[in-house]
């Protein structure tokens, strides 16, 4: 028993010995793998927003990415992440004529986002930031129910979105290979085209496009992730 214990003391003081020396940083030509999601609810009753009085709001928003990338020198790598979202919304408010209104709205998007990462090591680099830049093209989907008082619009939308954006986080290395990591909102440029067709009207087709700049950090949409490190 001495004996078993004496070894298993020695091969712990080796791994921790290991570990100690054990190289985190982002050398060139590692790969990288990494699956991410975020997650944002919300639900609200009685609500004054500005223009319009809820009554009550129910609304739900994820999104998934998976992300492959090369470090071309150290501490710096080039991906490319696909993902998909899906946001659904119902909301009953009060209109400009103190009539209720229900919308249903359910909008799903396929993205490609081309993106570069820069690392800045902590200590031994168990701990890094990660600042990641990325350029996002998303495609999708809208489906829109109006209810009102004796009537229903019906609204199919499509829409391609471009962004432009940074994403700061942190990345925890558990071990040399697997790593936790977790970024806050992009702040950057964002382009939306969309067309959208009332009732089946294809001859009133409507087509909207806006730009915004947004220079904030949205540190309550956090993305939460595992990565794999080669």
């Keep these: 028993m ?4 004496a070894v298993f003391l020695a091969q712990l003081q080796a791994q921790n010995s ?19 999601f975020s997650l944002d609810q919300r639900k609200a009753e009685n609500e004054d927003q500005l223009l319009r009085q ?5 609304k739900l928003d994820y999104r998934i990415i998976g992300n492959i990338g090369y470090a071309l020198k150290d501490n710096l790598t080039l991906g490319l992440a696909g993902g998909y979202g899906r946001q659904k919304e119902e909301i009953t408010f009060l209109d400009e004529n103190d009539e209720e209104v ?3 709205r359910i909008e799903q998007g396929f993205s490609v986002v081309p993106n570069m990462r820069n690392y800045i090591p902590l200590g031994k680099g168990r701990l890094q930031v990660l600042i990641q830049t990325e350029l996002g093209i998303t495609a999708g989907e809208s489906l829109e129910r109006i209810f009102y008082s004796n009537e229903m619009d019906r609204i199919n939308g499509e829409f391609v979105e471009i962004a432009l954006g940074v994403n700061p986080g942190l990345l925890l290395f558990f071990d040399r290979n697997w790593a936790f990591e977790a970024t806050v909102g992009a702040a950057g440029l964002t382009t939306r085209i969309e067309e959208s067709v009332i009732n089946d009207d294809q001859d009133n087709r409507e087509r909207i496009q806006t730009t915004s700049i947004d220079l904030r950090l949205n540190i ?11």
Aim: glycine residues 8%; without cysteine.
């Design 2 to 5: 001495f004996l078993f214990g």
């Design 54 to 58: 809820v009554i009550d709001q129910d």
């Design 102 to 104: 229900t919308s249903k």
């Design 18 to 36: 290991l570990e100690s020396e054990e190289d985190f940083l982002i050398k060139k030509g590692r790969f990288y793998y990494s699956l991410s």
């Design 220 to 230: 309550l949409q956090l993305n939460l992730g595992v990565a794999f490190y080669l």
